[in-house]
Each structure stands twice: as structure tokens, then as C-alpha cells.
């Protein structure tokens, strides 16, 4: 009997992916995995829940037991836009060692919930690599569905009865650490500081603890006139609220 594990994030694609897979297999060997990272909005976890019940299925929880802030001080690296260790700490390894413990590659199918947009697509092939020895599938980039929109996926939420993660209608395009990905742009971290300031000032302590022990390391880089330089959430913050106009670079 085939083992399909979802890998389930808390963002609305691996939402839409669970939907698919119950549908077209049943529950009865299904999982839905998904890795504590210690900094998610509490609404995730709601969210979780619903979509747990909705399909009648657990929630499989994994955790390294740190937070992205942890990893970084102990592996004296502060995660960006570039490089992020903390995903492969926090989610790529508790979920590999659970799969190991419980699932065969053998008789397994692991379901991600990649959105079909050209620039989530584009990322298939190496998330496809990372997982082997396991299969995987994405189910809302096969041929037989339709490319839906976020929003479309958010609306099919709300017509099962689960209303989707705040973060979506809060302006985040991800429910991730609680908007406070370390591989988010600007952009999001100007919104960031309009809609949920201290969970800004909490990231930019961090940020600054960081920059003490590991010197001028920041997770932003502004670039302007083909030039790149460091820009602590410090001084975005300052000049975001002198002029908070400014266009994202
Ligand atoms: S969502 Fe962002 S901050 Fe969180 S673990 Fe992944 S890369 Fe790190």
C-alpha cells in the first residue's frame, strides 16, 4: 500500500495539495508532515488544525527544537536572501529523519504543494532532487490541473469552511516564520513594519544580537546603481519611517 505523505507547510498550497491527494487516494494512508520552526504566526497552527480536521487526519509535527535566530547564533551564520541554513536545520532534516523512521521510499509518494506560477515551477526540479530517494509529486503543476491563483486557492479554502492563514490577508504573499523569512525582500519587511511592528523590532534585536557576536552581517542587501551594501533592519526601519514612500529596491 502506497504511504502519501504531504509535505505540509501551513501555506495555502500545501493546503490545496492535502485536498487533492484525500480526494484522489483516500486518508487512510495519508500524512500530513509538517516542521515546527518555533516562530510561526500563532495563526498557522489554527490553520493546521482546521485542515487537520477537515480531512480527518493528524497533524505530524517534527522539530529540531530551535528557532531560525538559534541556528544562526549557532552556526555563526546569519541566514538572507541568499543563503538560509535554517530551512535545511529546521525543516529539510527533522523531515528527512522522520521519513526515514517511517516511510519506504519504495511504496512512498511525497506531495508538495508548489503553486504553478513560472517562478515556484522553475524550483521543482531541484526540490525533486533534494528528496530522493523519495518520489515526489506536485500535484497543482500536473497536467491534468488547472494553474489556479492564489487567490483561487484561498477561495477554495474558504468554500471547504477553512479560512485561509491571516498572514494572506495581512499582505504576506507567504505564511512562513511568521513573516519574518530571512529570504523575504525589502518589500516585505517594510510591510512587516507597518502591520506588525514589534514582531519587526523583535527581528531587528535579533538581527543586532547577531551583528555583535558576527560583525557587520546583515540579512538585506540594498542594491543601487549596480552596487550592493549591507543594510541592517535597523536603518530600513529609520528610513522607512522618515519616508515610508519609498519605492522597494
Ligand atoms: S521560512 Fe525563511 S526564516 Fe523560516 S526556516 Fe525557511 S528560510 Fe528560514
Not at 536572501?81 to 535554517?86: F, I, M, N, T, V
Not at 528527512?96 to 508548489?114: C, N, Q
Not at 530522493?132 to 479554502?157: G, I, M, N, Y
Not at 558576527?214 to 533592519?233: A, F, H, Y
Request: aromatic share 8%.
Amino acid at each position: 500500500m502506497t504511504a502519501h505523505i504531504v509535505q505540509f507547510s501551513g501555506g495555502i498550497g500545501s493546503f490545496a495539495a492535502a485536498v487533492r491527494v484525500a480526494a484522489r487516494h483516500g486518508t487512510d494512508n495519508l500524512t500530513l508532515l509538517i516542521a515546527d520552526t518555533g516562530i510561526e504566526d500563532p495563526d498557522l497552527w489554527r490553520f493546521a488544525a482546521d485542515t487537520s480536521r477537515l480531512l480527518g487526519v493528524p497533524l505530524t509535527k517534527v522539530a529540531d527544537g530551535r528557532t531560525p535566530w538559534q541556528v544562526f547564533h549557532d552556526k555563526k551564520f546569519l541566514g538572507n536572501d541568499r543563503l538560509a541554513p535554517c530551512t535545511m536545520v529546521l525543516k529539510q532534516i527533522p523531515c528527512r529523519s522522520w521519513m526515514e523512521k517511517h516511510a519506504y521510499p519504495a511504496d512512498t509518494l511525497v506531495y508538495i504543494g508548489i503553486e504553478p506560477t513560472p517562478r515556484d515551477k522553475a524550483r521543482i526540479p531541484a526540490i525533486a532532487r533534494n528528496w530522493k530517494p523519495w518520489q515526489t509529486r506536485f500535484p497543482l503543476c500536473s497536467k491534468w490541473e488547472p494553474p489556479l491563483t492564489k487567490a483561487q486557492l484561498l477561495q477554495e479554502a474558504r468554500t471547504l469552511g477553512v479560512e485561509p492563514p491571516r498572514l494572506y490577508d495581512m499582505g504576506f504573499a507567504h505564511n512562513n516564520c511568521g513573516g519574518t523569512c530571512v529570504r523575504a525582500g525589502m518589500r516585505q519587511w517594510r510591510h512587516l513594519l507597518d502591520v506588525m511592528p514589534d514582531r519587526y523590532a523583535y527581528a531587528e534585536a535579533q538581527e543586532e544580537d547577531l551583528r555583535r557576536l558576527l560583525g557587520p552581517v546583515t540579512i538585506l542587501r540594498q542594491r543601487r546603481n549596480r552596487v550592493s551594501r549591507p543594510l541592517p533592519l535597523a536603518e530600513l526601519r529609520r528610513s522607512h519611517e522618515s519616508a515610508p514612500t519609498l519605492p522597494a529596491v
